[in-house]
Each structure stands twice: as C-alpha cells, then as structure tokens.
C-alpha cells in the first residue's frame, strides 16, 4: 500500500490492526477471528479484522492477492542502475514524520538488497515534522547502535539527518551533533518563496559548510499528490552547482514522485557542472524505499555516469567522502 501510495489513513489502519494483533497469544487471535469478535478489539475495523481472519484460515487475503499483483518496477528504464544501488541516504522513522520504526525501516532495506541506509530524521526547527533537538538526537544514535550490534556486517544502519538550511544558509544542528553522524541531508524547508538572490546566497553558503554531504530536493516543488502542487523556488542553479561541484557536495535525486527533483533542466546543468549525485528514496515508511526506481530511471534518462552517483559506492568509500571534509 506504501509502495503505490494509497491514503495514509488506510496505510495507518493496519499498521494500528498490526501493533494491536502482534502481542497477542495465537490462540486468542484465532479464537476472536473464530468468533467474529476481532472488532472488539482497539484500532481493529471491518476491513483489517477481513485480513487477519483470512490468515487465520490459512487464505491469502484477497486484498494482499490485489498488491502483489502490482509487484515489479515502479518505473521503466533504469533497471540496470537501479541493480548498482547499494544503498539511499535519506529516509525518515516514526521518531520525526516517518510512519515506522526505525528498525522496521532497516529490516526492509536489507530486505530491499541494500547494504547500508541512512537515517535521516528531521532536525529541530522542523516542529511539523516533530524535528529532533540534540537531546533526542544522541538518543537516537545509541538506538541505532543497538540496531547494528544485531544485525550482522552485510548491513548497517548509518547515521544521519535531514538537516533544515536556515535563512542565512547556516544548519539546524549543533556543530557538534552534526559530527557524530555519518551523512549528512541539507534541505530548505521554509521560506520557499525567497528572493532569488537570497535564496541562492543560503543554499551556497549550507554547500559549503563541511558537514553537507548533500543537497536534498533542491527545488522545494511539488507536482502531484494530496499535499498539492508547489512551484519551484527561484536561485541561480549554475552557482549552487558549481559550488556543489567544488565542495564534493553530492544533489541529490529525489525519487519522490511528488517531487521529481531536481527538474530535467537543471539535473542536465548539474551533470555538465561536474556534480555528484546522490538517489534517495526520501521515504517515510518502509513500502517508499522502493521509490528508488523512479530515481535510477531520471539518472538514467539523463545520461548520468553510475560512478558519479554515490549511493553505488560501497560502503566504505561513502562514509571516506562524507567525512573527507571535517
């Protein structure tokens, strides 16, 4: 349901049905699913109380028959880059404005094939998207640290942030929290409309402040979907893209379908600039870490060298580049 994007409302009904079944005895589930009192129970309605009592019968519920049948690339063109993608350096967990656990986000990448994602919760002034203070921030650090210890060498959960570009270009972040994380997201959330002097003024100076890895849904647009279209903000691509050429600050490609950021244009002009790019899902629940076909096949289209885009590299190599510049 995540991976086609259906409502949140829907999404959100049977993540809730989940968390309500999931402590429960099997035999009280079956039992309820016997009797037909599920629906007793919090959280659990008609359609999801369908769902489980078909498993319980050992049927595969019609609804999963539906969205399985709709399994195979979201996009066409870009298999084979997409086949290179090691990893994606900006999604989000329940502990900002992501729909899941954090553990949950990493189980599905791993799942997904890859061998690193990047955790990249909102930071502080992005109250709307329950940003993190530092506070909660280092705990979420030792979290993931206890993720890791679990999950083997052939994956790891990175370190990370989607961190606001404030007005004067500076980043919504404690220097010193900013470097204890392994990647680093800089996006401007706020003030979209800025003149275009300006804007082009705080997004050179966020590229090239050491901690930026790299430069999240340039734009700001928006081109579809129930949040609305957005224009583009206005700023001097060539200047911002110079600068993230001479930095090794990477743009990134968002896979969004929403966004389709950069535009064509200006994903060309990084190209011929020199730029690294970065494909990112951006994905605020597990199903949107499949997002990244709709990336690989832009890149693609656009005629952009696998090598320069650093979610192919591996592991070690990216976090050399990420931190080549502290």
């Known amino acids: 349901m995540e991976r086609q994007r259906e409502e949140t409302r829907r999404i959100e009904a049977f993540r809730k049905a989940a968390r309500t079944i999931l402590p429960l005895p099997e035999e009280e589930v079956r039992r309820?699913?016997?009797?037909?009192?599920?629906?007793?129970l919090p959280g659990i309605g008609p359609s999801t109380a369908a769902v489980i009592t078909d498993a319980c019968n050992g049927v595969v519920p019609e609804r999963l028959v539906r969205l399985e049948g709709t399994a195979g690339p979201l996009a066409q063109g870009g298999e084979e880059l997409r086949a290179r993608l090691r990893g994606d350096l900006h999604s989000h967990s329940d502990w900002s404005d992501g729909g899941s656990p954090l553990e949950e986000m990493a189980m599905t990448a791993m799942e997904l094939g890859h061998d690193y994602l990047v955790l990249t919760d909102h930071s502080p002034r992005l109250r709307v998207a329950n940003g993190l203070s530092a506070e909660r921030l280092a705990r979420q650090l030792g979290v993931v640290d206890a993720v890791?210890?679990?999950l083997g060498d052939s994956f790891t959960l990175l370190k990370g942030i989607e961190v606001d570009i404030l007005d004067d270009g500076s980043l919504d972040q404690t220097p010193e929290m900013l470097g204890r994380l392994d990647v680093r997201v800089a996006s401007v959330h706020s003030k979209l409309k800025m003149d275009a002097a300006l804007m082009t003024r705080r997004m050179v100076a966020a590229v090239r402040n050491p901690h930026t890895n790299v430069l999240g849904h340039c734009t700001g647009r928006l081109v579809t979907g129930n949040r609305g279209v957005r224009p583009q903000s206005q700023f001097d691509a060539k200047a911002v893209f110079t600068a993230c050429a001479e930095e090794g600050v990477a743009v990134e490609i968002n896979s969004r379908p929403e966004r389709r950021d950069p535009p064509t244009r200006l994903l060309e002009l990084a190209r011929d600039l020199g730029c690294?790019?970065?494909?990112?899902?951006?994905?605020?629940a597990p199903g949107q870490l499949d997002m990244l076909d709709y990336g690989a096949a832009r890149a693609t289209e656009a005629g952009i060298e696998p090598d320069r885009i650093v979610t192919t590299w591996e592991r070690d190599r990216l976090l050399e580049w990420a931190s080549a510049r502290l």
Do not use: K
């Not at 309820?32 to 007793?40: F, H, I, K, Q, S």
């Not at 690294?276 to 605020?284: G, N, P, W």
């Open 148 to 150: 890791n210890e679990h």
């Open 276 to 284: 690294l790019f970065s494909i990112d899902s951006d994905a605020h």
């Open 32 to 40: 309820r699913a016997a009797d037909g009192t599920l629906t007793e």
